[in-house]
């Protein structure tokens, strides 16, 4: 049996003690919460060794394709606690899939254990940032924007930079039973013809030190969070609010959910909780899924926070997965998010549409100038929404009078 197999044994032993309990309609007794427990830790514990073996083998294949060896470097833990069930985030593997393929270009040349010898300019295709490192889960939650969102091919109704779709617009439900004779319903789905564009995504460095390149592990760390990071918050951001072209400002956004036309939205009710209430029995309402929200940071916080008794008392919840529960989803923070917005809804009705791979430049045209070089990071990617009223928008903070 298998590591993976492993794990998914222990929570699957775990789940149906509680689903037992559940299902008698009474709370576990000490004998089944011990035996639980028993299970969840067996879980962590095989992970663990999952993750590691992972991360070793990963870490190893990128050093050795640069001529390098540093004890220990794959042996730490990346990411938050929430983010533990990734063996690596998706960012990080880009960068050593980026390293691995400036190595194999010619583009950076090993020196001996201190770093990087050389670096030469040119470009490289590197793997685009959201198929780049997908994480390897175990019932996990599903805690970014990126992870939520739909994949979209760029072979669907692709002409040139342009694409097309179709958007629903209206659903009407009349079925119904009919006695013999009866005219049969007609349901109403009503579809319009979208054209779109694929847009480039770029991100540089600014001009960076040559003995930058003396410490690879630094080097490493400046693919990954200034390019690679920075890049994926700046498409969250316009996946959720993006408001299109703007010639002035020299932009090309996407347009975002938010400012998608026939979106769904739920004004502010009396208090946070009742208003998140009601956005979620929108869904049920009329017997549409969702599978997860999308909160500004501060709103999660401001639930984390409350109390039973208002300021007083235990917290409502215990924690993030206590929210999620009681959302009916998971919960993705973002920056991107507008402050007093949320969104939840059934993401796999949008989709982001990464075309082809992306592209990492590098310059050492000033080596000679100021003894410095830069990178830069670029790829095109399209954005649609085929069911605008699968999104519900949420005003998270009362209106002022």
């Given at each position: 049996?298998?590591?993976?197999?492993?794990?998914?044994?222990?929570?699957?032993?775990?789940?149906?003690?509680?689903?037992?309990?559940?299902?008698?309609?009474?709370?576990?007794?000490?004998?089944?919460?011990?035996?639980?427990?028993?299970?969840?830790?067996e879980?962590?514990?095989?992970?663990?060794?999952?993750?590691?073996?992972?991360?070793?083998?990963?870490t190893?294949?990128?050093?050795?394709?640069?001529?390098?060896?540093?004890?220990?470097l794959?042996?730490?833990?990346?990411?938050?606690?929430?983010s533990?069930?990734?063996?690596?985030?998706?960012?990080?593997?880009?960068?050593?899939?980026?390293?691995?393929?400036l190595n194999?270009?010619g583009?950076?040349?090993?020196?001996?254990?201190?770093?990087?010898?050389?670096?030469?300019?040119g470009?490289?295709?590197?793997?685009?940032?959201?198929?780049?490192?997908?994480?390897?889960?175990?019932?996990?939650?599903?805690?970014?924007?990126?992870?939520?969102?739909?994949r979209?091919?760029?072979?669907?109704?692709?002409?040139g930079?342009e694409?097309?779709?179709?958007?629903?617009?209206?659903?009407?439900?009349?079925?119904?039973?009919?006695?013999?004779?009866?005219?049969?319903?007609?349901?109403?789905?009503?579809?319009?013809?979208?054209?779109?564009?694929?847009?480039?995504?770029?991100?540089?460095?600014?001009?960076?030190?040559?003995?930058y390149?003396?410490?690879?592990?630094r080097?490493?760390?400046?693919v990954?969070?200034?390019?690679?990071?920075?890049?994926?918050?700046?498409?969250?951001?316009d996946?959720?609010?993006g408001e299109?072209?703007?010639?002035?400002?020299?932009?090309?956004?996407?347009?975002g959910?938010?400012?998608?036309?026939?979106?769904?939205?739920?004004?502010?009710?009396?208090?946070?909780?009742?208003?998140?209430?009601?956005?979620?029995?929108?869904?049920?309402?009329?017997?549409?899924?969702?599978n997860?929200?999308?909160?500004?940071?501060?709103?999660?916080?401001?639930?984390?926070?409350?109390r039973?008794?208002?300021?007083?008392?235990?917290?409502?919840?215990?924690?993030r997965?206590?929210?999620?529960?009681?959302?009916?989803?998971?919960?993705?923070?973002?920056?991107?998010?507008?402050?007093?917005?949320?969104?939840?809804?059934?993401?796999?009705?949008a989709?982001?549409?990464?075309?082809?791979?992306?592209?990492?430049?590098?310059?050492?045209?000033?080596?000679?100038?100021?003894?410095?070089?830069?990178?830069?990071?670029?790829?095109r990617?399209?954005?649609?929404?085929?069911?605008?009223?699968?999104?519900?928008?949420?005003?998270?903070?009362?209106?002022?009078?």
């Open positions: 049996m298998t590591l993976k197999d492993q794990m998914r044994e222990a929570l699957a032993k775990a789940k149906a003690i509680a689903a037992k309990a559940e299902a008698e309609r009474r709370d576990m007794t000490d004998d089944e919460v011990t035996a639980a427990r028993g299970h969840l830790n879980f962590e514990r095989v992970k663990a060794l999952y993750e590691k073996g992972l991360r070793s083998d990963e190893m294949r990128a050093l050795r394709s640069i001529g390098l060896g540093f004890p220990g794959g042996d730490e833990p990346t990411g938050s606690k929430d533990r069930v990734e063996v690596y985030s998706r960012r990080n593997v880009w960068a050593q899939k980026a390293m691995r393929s194999e270009r583009l950076i040349t090993a020196g001996g254990p201190d770093g990087v010898k050389a670096l030469v300019s470009s490289i295709s590197v793997p685009n940032l959201l198929d780049a490192g997908d994480p390897v889960e175990i019932d996990a939650p599903r805690r970014t924007l990126l992870d939520l969102i739909g979209g091919s760029p072979r669907d109704g692709r002409v930079n694409f097309q779709y179709m958007r629903q617009t209206t659903r009407t439900n009349n079925a119904a039973a009919i006695a013999d004779g009866e005219n049969k319903p007609t349901s109403i789905y009503t579809f319009g013809e979208v054209t779109d564009h694929y847009r480039t995504y770029v991100n540089k460095t600014e001009d960076l030190p040559y003995r390149l003396a410490d690879y592990e080097l490493m760390d400046v990954e969070k200034q390019l690679a990071e920075d890049m994926m918050v700046a498409i969250e951001q996946i959720l609010s299109g072209p703007d010639e002035e400002a020299g932009t090309d956004a996407f347009v959910i938010l400012e998608t036309t026939g979106i769904q939205v739920q004004v502010w009710a009396t208090d946070l909780l009742t208003t998140l209430s009601n956005a979620k029995h929108k869904f049920i309402a009329q017997e549409l899924p969702f997860g929200w999308v909160l500004n940071p501060t709103d999660l916080q401001t639930l984390e926070l409350m039973e008794d208002g300021a007083t008392g235990p917290f409502l919840f215990s924690g997965s206590a929210i999620e529960d009681w959302l009916g989803g998971p919960v993705a923070t973002s920056a991107g998010m507008p402050t007093g917005n949320a969104l939840v809804g059934d993401f796999t009705q989709e982001i549409i990464p075309l082809g791979d992306d592209e990492l430049v590098v310059d050492t045209g000033k080596r000679t100038t100021n003894n410095t070089f830069l990178l830069m990071h670029e790829g990617y399209g954005f649609r929404v085929k069911k605008p009223g699968a999104f519900v928008q949420v005003e998270t903070i009362e209106p002022e009078e």
